[in-house]
Structures are given as C-alpha cells and as structure tokens.
C-alpha cells in the first residue's frame, strides 16, 4: 500500500521539483501540501507517526492524515491554534471522521533554565554581543514580520528636525541623510528648508549598500510621497555639502549637481 508508483518515484527523486505556492494569508511560512505529501510518501509507511516539531498552520499533519500515516506536531503560539484546527478538520462535522485528534497543552514547567543550561559540558557563548540596531517591527526593510498588515510601501512623517543630516522619524527612529554634509553657514536655512518641505507630508526611505554610520545612525535617501528626492534637492540649492567620504550609489550624481549649479 505504501509503494510509489514508477512515475512517483521518478518525480519525487528528481533533482528539482515544480508546484505552485502557497499564499501567505494566515501564516508567515505557509507552503503547499504538496511538500510534505512527497517526502511522506517517500520516507515513510502507512501508519507510521510523522514528526513534525514546527506545527505552524498544520500542512503537514494534513498530509499525513490524507494519507492514512500517524502524526505528532508541536507548536508553541497559540495563535496558530484555530487555523490548525480548521485546515485539518477537526471542527468540521463528517458523516464518517477518519482521524482522531488530540489538542494537549503544556502545563508550565518549573525550571531555571540558566541553572540547567550551566550544567551542561558545553556552552555556547558568542564573543561578539548582539546589536540590534532598529526594532523589525518598526523598520521592516519591506520584510512582512508579525500579523499586521503593512501597506507595500512604508510611510512615515517627521517628528524631529535635527540638523541638515539628522532627523528623527514619527516611529522614533533616528536617520542620517545619505550624501550630505552640513555647512555652517547655510546650516538654519537648511534647517527652514526641510521644515517647509516635510511639514505635514509623508516620506518613504531607500536604502544604500551601507546601513549605518559609525554611530550607528540608519543611513536614508529620504522621498516625499510625491517622488521629491530631499537629499538631492538640498545639494541643489547649495544648502549643503557633499559627502565625499562615503561611498555611495549616487555620489557621482550628488557630486554632478552640484557643480551644474554652483561649478
């Protein structure tokens, strides 16, 4: 009953498999049952118990159900709970239920991990500390991360005005402007020139090769809604200098702009 077929076996051990996806509507990691089905198929008997330690939207119990194997799967947010549920069956009301299905929930345990994890002979300890720049939930670099829905093009409105370089985004987040470098004495009407453009608007942020200047400042080219390219504009109007110590996608413009309007 378990053994593939001559055509499934030749399409299941191929060197590349062609489906379709799947949308990313309830999860963040949805894939077809089509995956799972084939390694089942081919690594497994009938009424033998799949694994499946990342239980997500519960694909794979799926296919195991459907094709008559056991199944134990693991999943620590509750969230996913319902969509399991549903995409599995287990609420939907059969004539005849082929599966039977069991939702057990881990009490909480009473362990000190960190005392446990010093017993053990070997402990990974990496010499380089973490840094966490930005938040990913409030800078996603057009990454979907979490439930909510974002638009495909993030937005934001300016909080703070610091110099000609530096402001500081309605998400508190800190940015430099790419390219640019202040001049002291075009520094207040920079100042006013900013204020006038970006008061009341919307603004969206690309990016460079190079995140983060050495004080860790997220490095922008900063756009109106309308497309208006504020670091360009400033060089433009002469209220600033041009950083030509970085190496940047558009240095060769900003450079080019700046001597087409003031040699």
């Given amino acids: 009953k378990s053994k593939l077929s001559k055509e499934e076996w030749n399409e299941y051990f191929s060197g590349h498999w062609n489906f379709n996806g799947e949308k990313q509507i309830e999860h963040l990691a949805m894939f077809p049952e089509e995956l799972p089905k084939r390694l089942i198929k081919m690594f497994s008997f009938i009424e033998d118990t799949v694994l499946d330690p990342f239980l997500g939207s519960g694909t794979t119990v799926l296919a195991a159900k459907n094709l008559n194997r056991n199944s134990i799967g693991y999943e620590i947010n509750e969230k996913f709970l319902s969509i399991i549920q549903d995409k599995v069956g287990m609420n939907r009301k059969e004539l005849f239920h082929t599966a039977t299905f069991e939702v057990v929930k881990q009490k909480p345990l009473n362990i000190n991990w960190n005392s446990e994890i010093k017993n053990l002979s070997y402990q990974f300890k990496d010499p380089i500390k973490f840094d966490k720049k930005i938040d990913p939930r409030k800078l996603q670099f057009g990454s979907k991360i979490g ?43 920079a100042i006013n020139f900013l204020k006038s453009k970006l008061k009341n608007q919307k603004v969206f942020l690309k990016f460079d090769n190079i995140k983060y200047d050495s004080k860790g400042n997220l490095l922008v080219y900063l756009y109106l809604r309308n497309k208006t390219f504020i670091n360009a504009h400033l060089i433009k109007n002469g209220l600033v200098e041009v950083d030509s110590n970085l190496e940047y996608i558009y240095k060769d413009k900003f450079i080019k702009l700046k001597q087409e309007n003031y040699g």
């Fill in 147 to 189: 439930f909510s829905k974002s638009r495909r093009q993030e937005y934001f409105s300016i909080k703070e005005i610091i110099s000609p370089e530096e402001l500081i985004l309605s998400n508190n987040i800190k940015v430099r402007l790419i390219g640019i470098k202040a001049k002291e004495k075009d520094f207040n009407n």
